[in-house]
Antibody, heavy 128, light 107 residues
């Protein structure tokens, strides 16, 4: 069974750091890009960031709201994706979801990544 | 960034009826549009990608259409388990962006 399990959430003070983990099972983790999405209490979904597979450079993309503060990385040997969150703000309070991101290819050169498997999420509360 | 606008915000439908949800992009996203379903207290689930391709295990009563800037998700005959919030998302450009969601509720 394909599964993603997030961990590492909790209560943290503004300005502090937190690292979330996403442990994958049931598929070849290294073959896939991964994304993070968050949902503030009572709000809609917000895309946070993305990391390509090592085979496609392992490069990252971020939402403007987190760029420079959040970093996504991966450890393919452990099948884990990470979301390092620094300089946390109260507005970062949310449930954070990890997703698997397969792609479709157009013209052999353009890759488009959607999100087909989601974890159950981990809650991050930023408050003093 | 591309702004995704969903309408209506809330759709009241009786079980067995057809539901039509709309999603508009502020600029063309080609067919790189996905739909997700979210029930209270649960993670979202992929319904549709490529605007019209159903995700794994998604029933045939769900269908998607559109390209460019206008997209539609249709549920042909609403079942009790279909009452939920539905989000569209474009993945044509970075940053990827979601619509604000359409809540489908029981009439």
């Amino acid at each position: 069974e394909v599964q993603l399990v997030e961990s590492g959430g909790g209560l943290v003070q503004p300005g502090r750091s937190l690292r979330l983990s996403c442990t994958a099972s049931g598929f070849t983790f290294g073959d896939y890009a991964m994304s993070w999405v968050r949902q503030a209490p009572g709000k809609g979904l917000e895309w946070v960031g993305f990391i390509r597979s090592k085979g496609y450079g392992g490069t990252t993309e971020y939402a403007a709201s987190v760029k420079g503060r959040f970093t996504i990385s991966r450890d393919d040997s452990k099948s884990i994706a990470y979301l390092q969150m620094n300089s946390l703000k109260t507005e970062d309070t949310a449930v954070y979801y990890c997703t698997r991101a397969p792609y479709t290819v157009v013209a052999g050169t353009h890759y488009y990544y959607y999100m087909d498997v989601w974890g159950k999420g981990t809650t991050v509360t930023v408050s003093s | 960034e591309i702004v995704m606008t969903q309408s209506p915000a809330t759709l009241s439908v009786s079980p067995g009826e057809r539901a039509t949800l709309s999603c508009r992009a502020s600029q063309s996203v080609s067919s790189n549009l996905a739909w997700y379903q979210q029930k209270p207290g649960q993670a979202p689930r992929l319904l549709m990608y490529g605007a019209s391709t159903r995700g794994t295990g998604i029933p045939a009563r769900f269908s998607g259409s559109g390209s460019g800037t206008e997209f539609t998700l249709t549920i042909s005959s609403l079942q009790s388990e279909d009452f939920a919030v539905y989000y569209c998302q474009q993945y044509n450009n970075w940053p990827q962006t979601f619509g604000q969601g359409t809540k489908v509720e029981i009439k």
